[in-house]
């Protein structure tokens, strides 16, 4: 869906509330950029590239892959869990 100059969407995912939440790992064409993004869109629209919006930062989401923040710094696999005591996802990397 993405281009090689885009993060690469798919290293971990998980649905919530009705939406389908995916960590992408650094960019294709920037080996050194390890920077992990999150985009989001409902499970019905995850084939339509236009239907995602990517978190920006600041509570803001767009549909502007570079203004795409990175979230952390991690790998091209790793994985995301929910925890329930804490309330928050717990990634490993």
Known sequence: MLTQNE???GSAAFI???TLYVYGGGVGT??????CRLGKVAPSSAQGP?????FAGNEN???K???A???FSGNDIL???WNNYLQSVHRGL
């Open 7 to 9: 993060p690469g969407f």
């Open 50 to 54: 236009k239907t995602w919006t990517l």
């Open 30 to 35: 920037n080996g050194a950029d390890k920077g």
């Open 69 to 71: 923040i990175s979230i």
């Open 65 to 67: 892959t570079i203004v």
């Open 79 to 81: 994985s995301v869990s």
């Open 16 to 18: 919530t509330s009705g």
């Open 61 to 63: 989401w767009s549909s």
